[in-house]
Nanobody, 115 residues
Framework: QVQLVESGGGLVQAGGSLRLSCLASGSIFSANPMAWYRQAPGKEREWVAKISTNSRTNYANSVTGRFTISRDNTKKMVYLQMNSLKLEDTAAYYC?????????WGQGTQVTVSS
């Protein structure tokens, strides 16, 4: 059974930084790509960033140059370093893993950016 638990969200001023973490249970972590998504109130969930098993990364245009995704396979952790935060980054952020065709999600962590 895969479980994902996010942490690190909070309230931050525009221009500030936050680091989100996601802890994965199970022994399959290193064999799967990981991703972060976010969902703002009244909007659909959108993809933010992904990292492959060999740490190749991709980012949504809206966060390129500001966010960095990374992983530590020994700790079964994936991180999202968010810098130069903007008001429009306010959302619930979710960790995601797809394993054998099944998508697993964490419970989400709220990021609120204030002016």
């Amino acid at each position: 059974q895969v479980q994902l638990v996010e942490s690190g969200g909070g309230l931050v001023q525009a221009g500030g930084s936050l680091r989100l973490s996601c802890l994965a249970s199970g022994s399959i972590f290193s064999a799967n790509p990981m991703a972060w998504y976010r969902q703002a109130p009244g909007k659909e969930r959108e993809w933010v960033a992904k990292i492959s098993t060999n740490s190749r990364t991709n980012y949504a245009n809206s966060v390129t140059g500001r966010f960095t995704i990374s992983r530590d396979n020994t700790k079964k952790m994936v991180y999202l370093q968010m810098n130069s935060l903007k008001l429009e980054d306010t959302a619930a952020y979710y960790c995601n893993m797809i394993h054998l065709g099944t998508a697993y999600w964490g419970q989400g962590t709220q990021v609120t950016v204030s002016s």
